[in-house]
């Protein structure tokens, strides 16, 4: 049986300062499949020479304590400038995720879109 692709956009024209970091809203992932596809769609990244890690942390609550596990890789370890991806990430299994983007003490982000699609 086919499953829809769910979207949910996680930053939205958000601004961060130099090694400074923004983290999203929850994001419910619940309703994901068994070992789910998850994709980051980087559609704007303004700031010159900006340098980008997103990672993501995980809850089971909406308002509860988020966790970034142990040993988990980077979404995306180095994102610079003005571009745009789409790159896959694989998290552990939780009710929901918030993904956290972190300029890496180069240069400001002064705009920030993101969306993160998955099935």
Do not use: R
């Not at 700031?47 to 966790?67: E, K, M």
């Not at 988990?72 to 998290?91: L, N, R």
């Not at 879109?113 to 099935?119: G, H, K, L, N």
């Amino acid at each position: 049986m086919h499953k829809p692709v769910n979207v949910q956009i996680a930053f939205d024209g958000v601004a961060i300062a130099k090694n400074g970091s923004a983290t999203s809203a929850p994001i419910p992932v619940e309703h994901s499949s068994p070992n789910g596809l998850f994709a980051a769609h980087i559609k704007e990244q303004a700031g010159a020479l900006s340098d980008v890690t997103f990672t993501y942390s995980l809850c089971n609550t909406v308002d509860g304590t988020y966790i970034s596990p142990t040993g988990a890789a980077a979404i995306k370890a180095s994102h610079i400038g003005a571009s745009t991806d789409v790159v896959s990430f694989d998290p552990e299994v939780a009710k929901y995720i918030k993904i956290i983007a972190t300029e890496n003490d180069v240069a400001a982000v002064t705009s920030l879109t993101v969306e993160i699609a998955y099935q």
